[in-house]
């Protein structure tokens, strides 16, 4: 079973440049998350989706960054302008896990390699 | 506000000891807990899960243990190998809410 890809492994941008993401999850998973991991930090839910739907977009700081899920498949993160403190490792992840149903199995994410950005 | 806390940054053992490490959350609404592993340039992976249900549960070395009152879990990892230094998560969900949160992790690293 293939895993979660993403793109590009690394990037380096200098501030108020844009920059995109690129993930595919596991087939047939059904939610979709976008984690932003600080260095030295845990991983802090940006976004998450469940087929081409918005679950939870509450820390997503939405002046300048956005994300969608077009035909509930891939997605792409994007941050436009980025800052300094932007720079991090963004980690996709998904699940077969459907939030809010009744008799929901709870089950683990799977996590792409992540992109580490830089800005600078 | 931190709903997820692992307040040990890091931990070190020697090989064939037990390892324990600890996670405290706030929000009596999570419903389930989960341990991930992280190597280096690496995305975190599954290790273990707990439901609220249950106090403890058990995959071979690993051993999550769950106390609600205290809202604290625990990690055991007997006996501890070498390859098991890593960065460790605890995360916690809400099942109904949608909402999982990670604590930022704690270092092992297990000595031969």
């Known amino acids: 079973e293939a895993g979660v890809a993403q793109s590009p492994r690394y990037k380096i941008i200098e501030k108020r440049q844009s920059v995109a993401f690129w993930c595919n999850p596991i087939s047939g998973h059904a939610t979709l998350y976008w984690y932003q991991q600080i260095l030295g930090q845990g991983p802090k839910l940006l976004i998450q989706f469940q087929n081409n739907g918005v679950v939870d977009d509450s820390q997503l700081p939405k002046d300048r960054f956005s994300a969608e899920r077009l035909k509930g498949v891939d997605s792409t993160l994007k941050i436009q302008p980025a800052k300094l403190e932007d720079s991090a490792v963004y980690l996709c992840?998904?699940?077969?896990?459907?939030?809010?149903?009744?008799?929901?199995?709870?089950?683990?994410?799977?996590f792409g390699q992540g992109t580490r950005l830089t800005v600078v | 506000d931190q709903q997820v806390k692992q307040n040990s940054p890091s931990l070190s053992v020697q090989e064939g000891r037990i390892s324990i490490l600890n996670c405290d959350y706030t929000?009596?609404?999570?419903?389930?807990f989960l341990w991930y592993k992280k190597y280096p340039a690496e995305g975190p992976t599954f290790l273990i899960s707990?439901?609220?249900?249950?106090d403890k549960n058990e995959d071979g070395r690993f051993t999550v243990f769950l106390n609600k009152s205290a809202k604290h879990l625990s990690l055991h990892i007997v006996p501890s190998q070498p390859g098991d230094s890593a960065v460790y998560f605890c995360a916690a969900s809400d099942t109904n809410a949608g909402k999982s949160t990670f604590g930022d992790g704690t270092t092992l690293t297990v000595k031969p």
């Open positions: 707990i439901s609220s249900i249950k």
């Open positions: 992840a998904s699940s077969t896990q459907r939030w809010g149903e009744r008799d929901t199995r709870n089950t683990e994410a799977f």
């Open positions: 929000n009596s609404m999570f419903d389930y």
